[in-house]
């Protein structure tokens, strides 16, 4: 009896292997959750027996000029205009039992100037970042560390002193003078929550003054490129990654800046093992394309001041979403030199599927011999050229890979625009 259950339970979990393994239960699993496409995009979606789409087929093409988005059962028209979405839901079904749904979004199409120009970034902190401590010296030859003490942590970033809303790292060094040997309140932004810290100053007898024996930073600069601009909005976004801190890796909150024209003194190659990097140079008083509003973990945003135009497409090109890249030819609009844009040749390597924001959308490869000359691949300064494919701009380099400067990261466009 026990020798048959065994032949039962083995019999069964070779069943279950089968089914797991089967073509239709993989292409299920391979169903996305959520599907965003632009109008005038097509996007198949495929099942195979016994599994089924809306309506029991077993393939469907999504697209804003289909009859499907007529259907008041399944798709809802909401908002006006450019803010018009469609959105719907496509239920996914075992013989005739629904057991997925699928997220539609219909975007309005969009046309924006495509980026490619070098930018300078000028960026001052909301607040103080902590990039460190250090002892001070005091009477007696006794030292100590005020800041540690009192428990504050690298990448704190200080908002205000005794309530008093802080502007830059001089602010702090007065208003510490003014208060003493008087214990001070610091308000500190730590993992998105504000908690209050009590310090007291110490007097340093080699600088003679009083010191909370912080290191801190409160501005960067930098170079990167633009990744688009939207001109009907006055609108921009850049780099594709965020302005972090280099010591903490902090994401530097943004107090005031401005990204501005930058020109390009020279390169260093890349190198197996030692990324490249575009060396550049510009002052306060340069011209400036916009002033920057947000840096997050997907891009450099803010306001223009005029339109930015690319001339290799002075119309524009429109968007296309994550769904609708292809492994394979693609393009690189980017400056390297005195030249000013250009546009070059790269293979995406790998089109990964994400259905939530993530970083590393793209594994992509400089195959442009122009630019692997000068360049060796993608270095640092690259960061935010976008990337077309069949005419429409579909993300933006982020990151090198430093194992082999020819290849590196890329960033969906549906993740900047979010």
Known sequence: MKFKNKLIALAGAGLLLTVLRSAPLVELFELPDRVVIYENEEVGLECSFPFSLCQNKNSLILSANADITNDSEIFRHL???????????????????EIKNIEVYILPQKTVAPGGMCIGVSLYTNGVIVAGNSDISCEGGKKVNPAMQAGLFDGDIITKVNGQQLQNARQLGQLVEESGNRPITLTVLRDN????????????????????????????????????????????AALGHAITDPDTGTILPVGTGEIVECTINDIVKGKKGIPGELKGSFRLNSPAYGSISANTEFGLYGDTYSDIINKLYPQGVEMASRNSVKEGK???????????????????????????????????????????????????????????????LIGAVTHVLISDPQKGYALYIDWMQE
Do not use: C
């Open 79 to 97: 908002g006006e205009g450019e803010n018009e979405i469609i959105r719907g839901n496509i239920p996914v079904s075992f013989l005739g039992m």
């Open 193 to 236: 929550r504000n908690v209050e810290v009590k310090i007291t100053p110490a007097f340093d007898i080699y600088e003679k003054k009083y010191r909370l024996g912080l290191w801190l930073r409160d501005s960067t600069a930098g170079i990167g490129t633009i990744t688009y601009a939207d001109n009907q909005n006055k609108k921009y």
């Open 330 to 392: 693609a393009t690189i609009l980017t400056t390297i030199d005195g030249q000013g844009i250009q546009e070059y040749e790269i293979n995406i390597i790998k089109a990964n599927k994400q259905d939530v924001r993530a970083a590393k959308s793209m594994i992509i490869e400089v195959t442009d011999e122009r630019l692997l000359e000068k360049t060796g691949g993608i270095v640092q300064g690259m960061s935010g050229s976008p990337i077309l494919q069949d005419g429409k």
